[in-house]
C-alpha cells in the first residue's frame, strides 16, 4: 500500500487553488462583517457618534432641569444652547408625524435606562437629519429637544482603508497563485519549444506544483530518449555509407577493366549517383544535429564561392546582389545549403541566377531561380520534405530528394525561412530568408 508523502496534497495545482479560493473567500466574509459592523451603529441603531453626544446633552438637561427650580431652568438651557443641539421650555407638547417611542430595540433599552425618574418622554421622531425629543418633567414642564445629527459616510477613512486591504489581499493572493502556476509553465513551453532547435537542450527544472514536475520529469526523460533515437540513427547512417563506399570504390576500379567504353561510362555515372545519393543523406543528417559556432562571414564571398565552383564545372549560372554584406551566420552549414538549391537548379533548369537582397529591414533573402519546368503550387509544401520526388518532370534526376530538405533545415538553424515561388515566365525561385539583426 501506497502513502503519500507528508504534505504532498498540498503540492497539486487543485489544492493549491483550493486554498487561494478559501483565503480569499474568508477575507471577502471578514472585510464584509467588518463594513456590517462597522456601519450598523448608525444605520440601524442611530447611535453615531453625533446622535450619542446629543442624547448624552438631553440627559444632562433633563437631570438638571429636575434638580433647579422652575426660575433657574431658562439659565441651565441657554447654556446648552448650540448649532447643532437645541432645548426649548413650551407650555403645550407639539405633535409628532409619528412616535418612535413604542420602537423595540436596543436603542429603547439604552434611551429610557438613562432617562431621570419622574419624566416622561411623549414622542421622539427623525426626519432626514433632524431629530425632535418631546418630555414631561415630573412637575408637568414640557421640554422639546431639536437635534441634528450626521450622515453616515460609506466612503469615511476606515472604510477607505478597510476596503482597500481587503482588495489588496486578495490581489496579492491571486498574484502569486498565478505567478506559482504561470512561471514554471512558461519554462515548461519555451523549453518544448527549443526542442529540437538551435542549441544545446539543456534539462528542465522539475518544480512547482506536483503536476508540473511530473510533466517537467516526463518531459526530460523524452528528450534524453529521442536525443539517443538521433544519435544512434547518425551513427547507423555514418557506418552504412562507409560500408556502401568501400564496395563502390571496388566497383569503380574494376569497371576500368570494360573494354566497352560507353557502358563504362554509364556504369560510372550510375556509381557517381549513388555516391552523390550517399553524401546527400550524411549532409541531412549532418545538417539536423549541427554543432558550429556562428560567426561573421562575408555573403556575397560565400554565394560567389558556390557560383564559381558550379561555374567551373560548365553550369551557366550569374550572381546579383553587393559585393560585401558581413553577416553572422554558420558559413559552413549555409555554404551547403545554397549549394544544395544551386545543384537543384542547374540539374532541372539550363540558366541559374543567384540574387542576394539586403534592402529588407532586419531580413537577407537569398534566392536562387532557374528557367526549368518549376514545381505545381499542390506540391511545393511537400518538396521540402526529406525524401520526396515530384512530378515526372523531376524523376528524370537522379537522387534521393534531400536538397530542399537540407536547406529548409540550414534556414530554420538560422531562425529563417525557406520558401517556394514560381518564376516568369517558367521555372522555381526558392527563397532563403535568415535574420539580419547581426549585420554589419
Known amino acids: 500500500m501506497r502513502f503519500a508523502r507528508p504534505f504532498g496534497v498540498m503540492s497539486r495545482v487543485a ?143 476606515p472604510i477607505v482603508l478597510l476596503v482597500t486591504f481587503m482588495v489588496a489581499s486578495i490581489m496579492l493572493l491571486t498574484v502569486w497563485a498565478v505567478r506559482r502556476l504561470a512561471s514554471p509553465l512558461s519554462r515548461f513551453a519555451v523549453a518544448v519549444d527549443r526542442f529540437g532547435g538551435d542549441g544545446d537542450e539543456a534539462v528542465l527544472r522539475e518544480e512547482g506544483p506536483a503536476e508540473l514536475r511530473q510533466a517537467a520529469r516526463a518531459f526530460n526523460r523524452m528528450q534524453q530518449r529521442i536525443l539517443r533515437l538521433i544519435e544512434d540513427r547518425t551513427r547507423m547512417l555514418m557506418a552504412i555509407s562507409h560500408d556502401l563506399r568501400t564496395p563502390l570504390t571496388r566497383l569503380r576500379l574494376r569497371l576500368e577493366e570494360v573494354g566497352d567504353r560507353k557502358t563504362r561510362q554509364r556504369m560510372l555515372d550510375d556509381i557517381a549517383l549513388m555516391d552523390e545519393s550517399i553524401a546527400s543523406a550524411i549532409a541531412y543528417v549532418r545538417e539536423g544535429g549541427t554543432t558550429e559556432a556562428p560567426e561573421m562571414a562575408d555573403l556575397p564571398s560565400l554565394l560567389e564561392t558556390v557560383c564559381s565552383r558550379f561555374e567551373d564545372a560548365g553550369h551557366p549560372i550569374v550572381y546579383e546582389g553587393p559585393r560585401h554584406y558581413a553577416l553572422q551566420c554558420l558559413p559552413l552549414a549555409l555554404e551547403r545549403g545554397i549549394s544544395n538549391l544551386v545543384d537543384n537548379a542547374v540539374k532541372y533548369g539550363t540558366a541559374v541566377t543567384v540574387r542576394l537582397d539586403t534592402t529588407q529591414a532586419g531580413r537577407v533573402s537569398i534566392d536562387v531561380e532557374d528557367d526549368g519546368p518549376g514545381v505545381p503550387d499542390a506540391e511545393k509544401p511537400r518538396v521540402v520534405e526529406p525524401f520526396y520526388r515530384g512530378d515526372d518532370a523531376r524523376h528524370s534526376v537522379g537522387g534521393f530528394g534531400l536538397g530542399l530538405a537540407i536547406a529548409a533545415t540550414v534556414a530554420r538553424h538560422h531562425g529563417g525561412t525557406l520558401t517556394l515561388h514560381d518564376r516568369a515566365p517558367h521555372g522555381l525561385r526558392v527563397r532563403l530568408e535568415i535574420p539580419s539583426t547581426l549585420a554589419q
Open 15 to 157: 489544492t493549491q487553488m483550493i486554498v487561494v479560493l478559501i483565503l480569499s473567500s474568508l477575507l471577502a466574509w471578514i472585510g464584509i462583517g467588518s463594513l456590517f459592523v462597522t456601519l450598523a451603529p448608525e444605520s440601524i441603531l442611530f447611535l453615531s457618534p453625533t446622535v450619542t453626544r446629543h442624547v448624552v446633552s438631553v440627559f444632562n438637561v433633563l437631570h438638571g432641569l429636575e434638580a433647579l427650580p422652575a426660575a433657574g431652568r431658562a439659565q441651565l438651557i441657554s447654556a446648552f444652547q448650540r448649532g447643532d443641539f437645541t432645548a426649548s421650555l413650551v407650555d403645550e407638547a407639539p405633535r409628532l408625524p409619528s412616535n418612535d417611542v413604542d420602537s423595540e430595540g436596543e436603542f429603547r433599552s439604552w434611551f429610557f435606562s438613562q432617562i431621570p425618574p419622574g419624566v416622561e418622554v411623549l414622542g421622539i421622531h427623525f426626519e432626514g437629519k433632524v431629530g425632535t425629543v418631546v418630555t414631561r418633567l415630573s412637575d408637568g414642564q414640557i421640554v422639546v429637544f431639536r437635534l441634528v445629527r450626521d450622515v453616515p459616510s460609506f466612503l469615511s477613512l
